[in-house]
């Protein structure tokens, strides 16, 4: 889990905003803001290091990225996200990506558009991989906070990412409803 992290303050947030499928889906996105204002309140974030995505990825303010709900299109293009952070950390000079997420990859890039399909295709899938290895490849260090609230949800969330956080070195946490403070506590987000 935690691997001892000494300053937390040298990443960039990449927070889902995606829409999720499932029943009850305002949890995801009330647990979403939780974690996100929790890692607020224990380090101010960088106005200029928080991407939100959904179908596209952006720099957005820490209000826009826990704004409620999901943003109203069809994707999670983790591809994009990670394009993004990692073009930002690499102009910040800062060395980790923490994403924060409850969907899998449902959308990619081709030819500059967004193209989006559920389930999931493997070329979504991929690419999200694809670019998690360019940040290794980078020596960006990939954490994730994985919000799902029953036990297939979060297998097949662990089965996508786990793979992915540990090949860029990182750590992944399952957030539960009601744990996110715990959650944050588990990675080493503090402003020590």
Known sequence: MHNGWVDFKDFVLVVD?????PDNPWGFYDSRNRVVAEIDRSIPLRTDAIIAYSDVARVVSSADAQAP????????????????????ALDAQLSRILLVTYNLPSAHHIGGD???MYPPIPESLEAGRFEARLCADDSLRIDALLIAYDADRSRELDD????????????????????????V????????
């Open 17 to 21: 905003r995606s829409l999720v499928y």
């Open 114 to 116: 967004s193209f989006f």
């Open 69 to 88: 709900g999901p943003d109203v299109v069809y994707g999670a293009n983790l591809q994009h996200a990670l394009r993004l952070a990692r073009t930002t």
């Open 160 to 183: 996508y990412f786990r793979p992915l956080t540990q090949e860029a070195g990182g750590d992944l946490v399952a957030v539960a409803p009601g744990n996110e403070s715990d959650a």
């Open 185 to 192: 506590a588990i990675l080493g987000v503090t402003g020590l």
